[in-house]
Structure formats: C-alpha cells, structure tokens
C-alpha cells in the first residue's frame, strides 16, 4: 500500500518488536514491512482482500479466534504474535485442507518447481497427511479455455485472485466462480470466454498450476530456463518482465509481482508476444544486392560496400530513419553518426507523423520538463484521457487506471471517438468525432473560462462554442459535466495520445488547456502516450530532424517526408533505415515504395524482410530486444533497462555494433565500443538523462526505499522545441460513409508483434471495427465477412461492432500484413474515407 | 397459558388479509409509532430487552442504534425471511400466516432508522410465503401504510420482497446482501459492519422475521410488558419449533426460558413412543450442539444455554429417542454442511467435506481405528478459523455428539454395526 504522507501514526508489538506504522495498515503489511514472513495465497497488494484463503491467520493478544493479517487493519496497541505454535498449527491445517483435494501430479505440472503450493507446504506444511478419502475431481482431462491458457481446476487452492484480477485489474469480467463448497470452481461461461482478452493475468497470479500458459505447455521446467529481467518492447507504457529461454528459444515472459509500474499484469501482446525473436524468418546474414537479388556477404563486405557507397556524398545527399524500437544507446550513436560523421541533418525517427506534430506534442506535453510518472498522475483529482484508445493502445495503463480510480475518490474523463473498454470506469465520456481532439478541448477550455462555475456556463451559447460543439459531435451536457468535474479538481492528469501526432490541429487546445489550467492555480501534469517502446527515447536522443539530444537546437534537416520527396526528386542519393518498415507504416505506401526505389544506395538494418528491406542494396541482420543491452525510455520519461538473454541467429549483430561498424569505416574513433560506455556518454551530453543508472530496477523494497519517482529522466536545461498551429485534418472528398481511424490492435504492436506465431494464433485476419448501429442500418452484424472499399484500395475482412462507438468511425489496425492499412490513404488527400460493403 | 403474541392469527381463516389484521387491532402500533420520535423507538426497543431472534441473540435496540443518525444518508432495513437451518420452521409460520405483523413491524423499525428502503430475504424454497408477502405489501401499499407520505406523517418507505438463491449461506447476513446485490451469496468480511457499510454500501440494519414481528407488540403494550416476560437478560415471547420424536411437533409460542422438560412433556404431550426414552435433544438448529437427558431441566433461553456449552439459535428443537443413531445423525448433519459451505474459506470448503466422508465411512461399518482423532483433528481445524460461523456450526454439532456420544461412534467402528437399533 502506498502511504499518503498524512496517515496517523500508531504503535503495535509484532512478536515482541515494537514497531510504528501508518494506522489502518494492514498488519499482513505491518509485519512483512518489519522484517516477519506470513504466508498467504488470496492475498495481492493489488486486490482487494478477501481473507478466505485462511493462511494468514494470526494471532492478536486478548482475541479469542486467529484472524486474517491480510483484511485486518492494526490497531494501537494491537499485541501480534505471527509465529506462535497456535498460528503454526492452524497454517499446517489450512495446507492439509488444501492438499485434501489437490491433484498432486506434480511431476507432470508446469507449475511444479515454482509452485506456491508446494513451497509452502515444505515449509509450513504437515509433513504428514491424514487424507485417506477418495478426491473430488473437477475433470479428468485439462482443458483449454483459449489459444494461450489452459486450465487444470484439479490444482486449484480457490484463492480467487484469478477472477479477481479479470474484474478489478482488466475488467472483462470473464471469470467467475460456479458451484459451492468444495466444487467451487473459478471459470466461465462458454460465451464469456469469447470476450477474454488472452492478456494471461489469470495466469500470473495463480499460486499453483491451474491456470497455465498454453504455447508453453511441457516445453521446459523452471529451473532449466535461463531468464533476464527486461523492458516489453511492444508500446511505452515500458512493463517490466523477465524473459526467459531454454535451449536458445524464448520460452515465455512473466511479470512480477512488485516490480515496475506493472506489478504482475501485462497484456496479451507482452506476454505472448515475445516469441517473434523466435522467428524462423530471422535475416541471418548480411545481403548486398548485385544484379537486382540479394546475395549473402561477409560484415567486412557489406560495410566497407556502404563505406564506399556513402563516401563522397555531402550531408544532404544522406538521410537515416531509425526506429523507436532502438535502445537509447543506439539511437544516440545513429544520430550521432548521422550528424557527427556524415554530416547530415536529415534524421527521423517517426514514420507515420510530420516533424512539426511530433515539436508541437512534445512542447505541448511539457516533454522536456523531465519525467511523470504514472502513479504521480493518478493521485490528480481528475484523469483526463484525450487522444488515445488507451484500453487497446496501452492496456497495462487501463489496467491501473481501472484499478486505482476504484480504489480512490477521482474523476476519469475519456474522450475518444471510439468506445472502450476502460469507459465503465469513467465518469464522463465524450463521444467525439474523429480528428477533432481540438474541437473537444476548444469547448472544454470556453467551458472553463465562462467564469464561476454554479452561475455558469450560461455563456455557453456563443458562437464559437456552438462551431465547436458541431466539429467535435458532443453534446453539451457532456461538456459541462467534463467541465464541471475540472474546474472543481485541484490537481487534472492530461493523458494525451498519439492521435495527437497523426491529427495535430488538437496539439494547439492541448497547449492552452494545460496553461489555463496552471493559470488557475491547478496543478497539472500531461502524460504523453505512446505507441512505441522507445520512442520518447528516441526523440531525446534526437533521433528528429528538428532537435538534438535533449532538445537542443540544431541545424533543421528532413523528416521522413522530406526524405522521401527528396528521394523522388532525386535530390537523396543515399538512406539509411534502421529497423524501420518505411514502406508498410508511411502513409501512402505507392508513394513510399516509388521513392524508396529512388534512393541510389539504400541500407536497410532490420530483423525480418520487411517491404522496404526487399527494396534496399544493403541488408544489415539486427537483433532483437532480448539480444542486446541498453536502455528504453517509456512514456513517463523513465528509463529503464534491457538484458541480453539470447545470441542474435547466424551473422546477425545487435544494432550497436552494426551502426558503430559503419561509423568506424569512416573514422575509427567512432565509439564508444560499449553500450554502457555509450551510456555513459550520454549522461554526460543529455543533462537530461545524467542520472540515469542501470544499477535501477525498479523494484521497491525496504532496503532501497525506492518509489515511483526516482528513475525519472530530469528537465532539459534550455529545450529549443517550437510549438506552430496546425490546420485541421480533414477528411478525404469522396461519398465514402466512414472516415478511417487507424491505431494498434489490442493484440498487436506495429509490425514486429505480426512475427509472433502465438499473437497470430489469437486472431486470424485482419478485423475492421464501426459502431453497432452503422452496422444495423447497413443490415450487418458482428463477425460478418466485409469488403473495406477505399478511394484507391480494398481488402476483404471481419467485422466487429462496438457499441457505443462513434457513427461514421471505422477503425482499422495498422498491425494487418492483409490489410495494410497505409494502402488507403494518399498523401495530402486527407483522412481515408471507405464504404463497408458485405461480401456475400 | 401466556396470551399470545406472535402467533395469535396462526389457523385462523383470512388472518392474511389488511381487513382482518386491521380488525384486530392491527397498524395502531405504526400509527403511533408515526407520531414518536424515531430515537424514542430505538430507546423503547432498547429498554425492552428485545434480542435477535435470528441466532446470536444481540440486543436489538443496540444494533439500530450503530446507524448514523445524518438524514441525507440513504439507509436500508433488510428482513432476513432466508430460513434454513434444518429444525427452523418459526419464521414461516408468520409470514404465511400473518404478513402483515411482519411488514408492520418492518415499517416501524424503517421509520426509527430512517430507512427509506427495506427488503425481505425470503427463502427462495418459499413459494406461496413469497406469494402471500406481496400480497399483503400491495394491501398496505393501497392502504397507505407504505409508499410516499405514510399517514401524512411526511415518512416515505418502499417495500421489496427478494426471492432467495438457494443456498443456506444466504441467510449469513453478509451474504444476504451480497445476493441482494445480484452477487454470489458469499460472506463479506467485517469490518466494516452492516450498520456502517451494509447493502450497497450504506447504512443497514438485516432482522430476523420473529424480531421484527415483536415490534408492534412493544410499541403498543409497552417495554416493561415485554420485559417482564420470561428471563431479566432475554425477555419476551419465544417460537420454539419442536420436531422429532415427540407426540405433538409444531409450532409453539411460550415465554422465553421455558424449560425443555416443559416443553418436550407438558406442550408437547411426551415422547413419541412408549419405551423409547428421550436420548437427546437438539435446543436450537441442527448447528446448536445436542444436549442430552441430564440437561432436560434448562431453560431454553440464550444464557441458560450457552451456560451449558450449546445455544438456543433460532429456537428449532430437534428431539431424539432412543432408536436414533447418533452417527447417521451426524452424518446427516454433517453432509448438510459440507452441501451448503459456499466455498469461500478453505477450512470450511475442505473440511467439512473431509468431515462429511469420514462419517459416511463410520455409518457405512467402513470406519478405522483412529478416525474419531481424526475427527477431532479436522474439527481443531475448523473450528474458529472460519471465514463465518457456518463451518463453526458444522463442528459445533458433530463436536456435541461426539461428546456424549464417543462409544456410540467407537461401537460403529469397533463392531461395523449401530448399536442403537
């Protein structure tokens, strides 16, 4: 529990040792936090308690019964014994009780070797049982209740936390229990298990081997695998993992309890995603391309062939893409080759978004201001969610929204065009049109600045309010209670989304909704949120045409547009694109393939062959997240660090010594030759990052007393980022009834995730998502097979209806090889317009 | 003969309807209460003695008196009509009978909290109860003794009858509102109490129906009347349901703390056969442990009882002769418990089963030397370790037969035959 600051304190003897808490501290927590083991198996610091699991019984001097330490708050005075032979007999009873029943097939069990069960009874346990009665068995045979778990009720200790976790942390309400007594069983309904969200906390938090993950069903036990402690490399909300291998394959990725701003969750992309690096597509060697096919060469080949290729070109004639998926050590030393070496400003790091948005977000963000973190955020009155669909988006930070705005008094305002799943926990919803983030935050702002609240809002009625109202589609009761519920907060937590970036008319009403906010004396914090896993890093390591590392000023190059239209006009003779898929994530995928194919010398370092590889001259093998070290910078501005747990496959290299191998061909004290040196380089530029450490894990326990806050990067000391206005999006001029909203997938990140065969396993096809009642006046339902018809593309796909989704709204993931979503749009058309037609 | 109070309407024709109810006397006690101060009712309830009928006997007055008092705080009264404990059949006998006390009382105890709200938790099993409840809340609804403004005393108060789930836990008063709330009947752990965080998180009083029909009776003939019926620390009228062996079982009103000789030979004419003496008698729901002959002169009241290690729980006295097996007995009861734990905690969840097998072993001439340690070593832990009291009252009853009855269970084992019959 985190304390508040403000609680009074009170004494109480825990087994004789005086110790001085917080009052209505748990006295489970009481005594771990003193130093004293109490073994339990409902209990989840993140979940509310139930106190039925029975193992935490102690005993409180002058009470007659044991009682539960996990739902028992101290009291002053309170006398607790946590090891009395009393407690240490009902322990061993409840274990008995627990075995009574239990399958006791450990030899066969995943779990076993990493077993709460078993553990505890080894310490705790009767070493002797007296059960001699026939078991009560649930099923013969496991079951499988989706592509990832299965499930053996046979193992189960009935602690709950599985449905617990499911309704109070993910809030899909899947599981349940059914049946009393001893054939209570936590599971569900077939047509409930439709809706689970494969995200596998069930998994995680089940003490015994119940519930289980599918993809590594016998695949290892737990002490032959190897496992390295790492950042999920999907999106930036940066959840801690352990990744773990057997036998040069990753196995399965676990969270852990009280670790990183995720604790024990993650979602299904982090927790079965991680088997991309498995691939076997793996690029294995490096290629050059000699009369138009790819040939395997040697590293000393390929690039002394790009050292003779780029010499001799001026800095313009060059440009480099990097991807957000690069570690921060990477990335500063790409920029640092790209400026430092080749003498180019031309260097991007986003594909999908201009040069300009991403100036104006990170001003309008406050970026530069150094780190928020998450839980900072959520201790704000109100929690205003803008710009993005975070339950899809970022599912870890749905998660804690979720959790924490039960647990606490505290407005959760969402505006998004497109329902989900974190709108039951919100108090306000504003329903709003595609692209007008702007218009939303518009009326908001002439809400707040109609003066006294109660009087109020009559003004409402002006002109402008009324335009904007219309642009955004909002009602104007929603608006007044959104407004109301801000102007009565003193502290307001802006989550902004990437929506921002691909529609940045909304980045200008961002800026002035946070300077009012101020202005009255509030205090505000905005938390950029973000689709990939490095890319606040990589904007501070100025891997952006516009600033440096740190924001510094710089001389201005070309983003990825500029680069491309160079490219066409012939004026890039060389690009360097590392990680990157340039082809399938710009929007205009005609116009990116015809410009690539311009480029005179193209390098691509990536790990798959992606659109964009089969087109380069160079192919440089990369390696994944769990293959090299470094660092990741994630949304809040914390970070963290990546452990190599496997070799890269053949010749591949991690990306550090690919991008230092091209920097020494051209002057060989390029460096540093180590990522940690590199590291240390940057504390040194990045004033910024200067107290980044990797010694930091995150994990919090009585001997660092570390919190939330430490890690979090500092404030650049003079940031040069110019916020510009931005015109309106608008749609594409055709009859067309949908406009196309694009994002991430709930199971997919960008394209790397489609390399994973177990997230391909849970959905198969690509899906387009509209609101129920587009579907009913057009005569189609859920799961029905549709035709996706753009201007200038089609495709054939499933149907999902959301309700409560805005009309006109049609949402389809960028993640889909068979769709690709970047096919409908044409550059400097507008947003896509697409009819949904049944195939019959 | 005491006149009687709770069940005076029982076998009379129409004793359901308003007009009979009103005819006799009926919703003066409300009307007047309508015109007190809703503390001067708690105090009346206090000062009468009136303890919780429903089992664990707690002053009434008392248990209203933890509601917040603050008038804009939404508060509840809920009627916990879930009964089910094998032996209970008191409450049914009202509420078939005469619904109309029972929403009197009710409305009376509604007004002292300030409860705009109450709901009656009736046993889903009690079809026709259910059926006759509505009947009699749409009579008081038409008659203005509920819904807004009652008797233009400014009150409002709405009446709900909630069909229960099935389970025996339902009756757990933390349960009951869990249920009422559309979730599984499980216990919720306290504190927080009812009184501070009960039904939706408000405010909640939950009585059993024979505690809340007592109401009227002490609003209209006063405390002292109550009080100085039956013992000082447990006064008032009592429904004892007899059942078992005895020659006239039923339903019998009698002044708290009449003895159980009284009760078994005067009221209810004697043992049921001739040469089959009493061998034991439960005094209150199969959970209260058994009392045998040596005992027949205590008083079944909640002092006297628990003064001999058993308690009166809801009244519900279970009567054995000779020809009854102390071990099948607790079997049965036994199996009932294991039947009805919800599942929640695992001493219970588990144990009661365990308990449950290893009898059904010692009836079935199946059993083994050292299954009685075995029984008292499941019972150790079981017993007080419990989320709620079901599991305690599951070890309660088999502990009470186990005392008495040793080498009755010893026999089973020893000779794989009862010895009783």
């Known amino acids: 529990m985190r304390g508040t600051g403000y609680a009074e304190m009170v004494t109480v003897k825990i087994n004789g040792k005086e110790i001085t808490v917080e009052d209505n501290t748990l006295i489970l927590d009481a005594a771990r936090g003193a130093g004293y083991e109490i073994p339990t198996f409902c209990y989840q610091a993140d979940l509310m308690g139930i106190g039925s699991c029975r193992m935490c019984l102690v005993e409180i001097e002058g009470q007659k019964k044991l009682q539960p330490s996990c739902v028992t708050p101290v009291l002053h005075g309170m006398s607790i014994n946590t090891d009395s032979s009393t407690v240490q007999t009902a322990r061993a009873g409840v274990l008995e009780f627990l075995l009574a029943n239990h399958a006791m097939d450990c030899p066969v069990c995943d779990k076993g070797g990493e077993c709460e069960l078993q553990d505890m009874v080894h310490k705790h346990g009767p070493h002797k049982g007296r059960h001699a009665e026939p078991k009560f068995k649930f099923h013969e045979k496991d079951y499988t209740l989706s592509p990832v778990i299965i499930k053996n009720s046979n193992r189960c200790v009935q602690c709950m936390k599985c449905v617990r976790v499911c309704r109070e942390v993910v809030g899909q309400n899947v599981l349940g229990a059914l049946g009393r007594g001893d054939h209570q069983e936590p599971t569900s309904f077939f047509k409930h298990f439709m809706n689970c969200e494969m995200d596998g906390n069930c998994i995680e938090v089940c003490p015994v081997g119940c519930f289980m993950r599918l993809p590594y069903r016998y695949k290892s036990r737990p002490w032959d695998l190897k496992g390295s402690d790492t950042i999920c490399p999907f999106c930036a909300t940066g959840c801690r993992m352990v990744i773990e291998e057997r036998d040069g394959a990753l196995l399965r990725a676990k969270a852990q309890l009280g670790v990183g701003l995720n604790s024990e969750t993650l979602c299904a992309r982090g927790r079965f995603g991680q088997d991309f690096v498995n691939n076997p597509e793996r690029i294995t060697q490096p290629l050059i391309k000699r009369y138009g096919k790819l040939e395997p060469v040697t590293w000393e080949e390929a690039i002394s062939h790009i050292n003779v290729n780029l010499s001799g070109l001026s800095g313009e004639q060059i440009g480099g893409i990097a991807s957000p998926r690069l570690t921060n050590e990477e990335l500063y030393l790409f920029q640092k080759l790209m400026r430092g070496v080749l003498d180019s400003p031309n260097i991007d790091s986003s594909v999908r978004f201009s040069p300009e948005a991403v100036e104006g977000f990170v001003a309008a963000t406050g970026m530069a201001e150094g780190g928020v973190s998450v839980y900072d955020c959520m201790d704000a009155d109100t929690v205003f969610i803008i710009g993005t669909h975070l339950s899809d988006e970022n599912p870890v930070i749905d998660y804690i929204v979720r959790r924490i705005s039960a647990a606490r008094r505290m407005n959760v305002i969402i505006a998004s065009p497109r329902a989900m799943k974190l709108d039951s926990s919100a108090n306000t919803v504003l329903r709003h049109n595609l692209a007008s983030e702007n218009a939303v935050l518009t009326t908001i702002i002439i809400g707040l600045n109609e003066g006294k609240l109660g009087e109020a809002l009559k003004g409402m009625h002006d002109a402008q309010l009324d335009a904007n109202l219309k642009a955004s589609g909002l009602s104007a009761d929603s608006v007044k209670d959104a407004v109301k519920r801000i102007a009565a907060s003193e502290s307001v937590a802006i989550f902004a989304g990437t929506d921002f970036l691909r529609y940045p008319e909304g980045i200008t009403g961002l800026g002035i909704l946070k300077d009012l906010l101020k202005s009255r004396g509030k205090k505000v914090k905005v938390m950029p949120v973000l689709d990939r896993a490095n890319q606040r890093g990589a904007w501070e390591m100025g891997v952006h045409p516009g600033f440096g590392p740190g924001y510094t000023q710089v001389r201005k190059g070309l983003g990825t547009e500029g680069m491309l239209e160079a490219a066409m006009k012939g004026e890039l003779e060389a690009l360097y694109i590392a990680g990157s898929d340039v082809a399938s994530m710009y929007p205009d995928e005609d116009f990116a393939k015809s410009a690539l194919s311009k480029v005179k010398f193209l390098i691509v370092q990536d790990m798959f062959m992606s659109e964009c590889a089969r087109q380069a001259n160079v192919v440089l093998p990369g390696a994944s997240h769990a293959e090299k070290d470094g660092t990741f910078t994630n949304q809040e501005g914390r970070a963290q660090i990546i452990k190599k747990l496997l070799t890269a496959p053949g010749k591949a290299k991690q990306d550090i010594n690919i991008i230092r191998a091209i920097g020494e061909s051209f002057d060989r004290s390029f460096g540093p030759k180590h990522f940690a040196l590199v590291l240390d380089e940057i504390r040194k530029e990045v004033p910024m990052y200067s107290e980044v450490s990797l010694a930091f894990n995150n994990k919090r326990n009585t001997e660092n007393k570390l919190d939330n806050r430490t890690a979090l990067i500092k404030a650049a000391e003079a940031p040069s980022i110019s916020s510009g206005q931005f015109a309106a999006a608008r749609a594409e001029e055709s009859g067309a009834r949908f406009v196309l909203a694009t994002g991430n997938h709930l199971f997919h990140s960008g394209r790397s995730s489609r390399k994973s065969e177990t997230l391909l396993g849970l959905l198969k096809g690509a899906v387009v998502e509209i609101s129920d009642t587009d579907a009913s006046e057009l005569g189609l339902k859920n799961g029905d097979k549709v035709r996706v018809k753009g201007t200038n593309f089609e495709a054939q796909m499933t149907l999902i209806t959301k309700k409560g989704t805005m009309r006109g709204v049609a949402f389809l993931a960028e993640n889909f090889d068979e769709a690709p979503v970047n096919r409908y749009f044409r550059r400097g058309k507008g947003i896509p317009r697409v009819d949904i037609i049944k195939t019959i | ?421």
């Open chain 2, 1 to 421: 003969m005491m006149e009687k109070v709770l069940l005076k309407n029982l076998g009379k024709a129409g004793s359901h309807t308003i007009a009979n109810y009103i005819a006799g006397g009926g919703y003066k006690a409300f009307t007047t209460a309508l015109k007190m101060k809703p503390d001067n009712i708690i105090q009346m309830v206090k000062d009468s003695g009136l303890r919780g009928r429903g089992g664990a006997g707690f002053s009434t007055g008392l248990k209203w008196s933890f509601i917040p008092k603050d008038p804009t705080m939404q508060k509840f009264l809920c009627c916990n009509a879930d009964e089910g404990e094998p032996g209970t059949f008191k409450d049914r006998g009202i509420i078939d009978h005469d619904p109309h006390m029972l929403i009197e009382g009710m409305a009376i105890s509604s007004y002292a909290i300030g409860a705009s709200k109450s709901y009656i938790y009736i046993r889903g099993e009690f079809v026709f109860g259910a059926e006759r409840l509505q009947q009699a809340i749409d009579e008081a609804y038409a008659k203005g003794f509920l819904g807004k403004n009652i008797q233009g005393s400014g009150f409002d108060h709405d009446m709900f009858v909630h069909r229960g789930f099935g389970a025996y836990i339902c009756g757990e008063e933390t349960a009951l509102l869990e249920s009422i709330e559309g979730y599984r009947a499980q216990p919720r752990k306290k504190p927080p109490f009812p009184a501070l965080a009960g039904l939706y998180g408000k405010p909640t009083v939950i009585n059993n129906v024979e505690t809340l029909s007592c109401i009227p009776a002490i609003i209209e003939k006063g405390p002292e009347w109550f009080s100085k019926m039956g013992p000082e620390k447990s006064p008032g009228p009592k429904i004892y349901g007899v059942s078992g062996h005895v020659k006239k079982p039923g339903l019998y009103e009698l002044p708290m703390g009449t003895t159980a000789k009284d009760l078994i030979y005067n009221h209810c004419g004697g043992m049921l056969r001739d040469g089959k003496p009493l061998k034991a008698f439960i005094p209150g729901g199969v959970s209260a442990p058994m009392l045998t002959p040596k005992d027949i002169d205590t008083a079944l009241d909640f002092d006297s009882l628990a003064a001999k290690g058993s308690m009166l729980g809801s009244g519900a006295v279970i009567v054995m002769d000779s020809s009854t097996c102390m071990v099948k007995m607790s079997y049965i009861i036994n199996r009932f418990f294991s039947h009805e734990s919800c599942g929640k905690c695992t001493p219970c969840r588990d144990g009661t089963p365990w308990l449950t097998k290893v009898l059904k072993r010692i009836e079935y001439g199946e059993g083994r030397p050292g299954d009685l340690d075995l029984l008292d070593g499941i019972c150790d832990n079981i017993f007080g370790r419990t989320f709620c009291p079901l599991g305690d009252g599951a070890v309660m009853a088999l502990r009470g037969a186990l005392k008495n009855f040793r080498e009755e269970f010893q026999y089973h084992i020893d000779h794989k035959r009862c010895m009783a019959s």
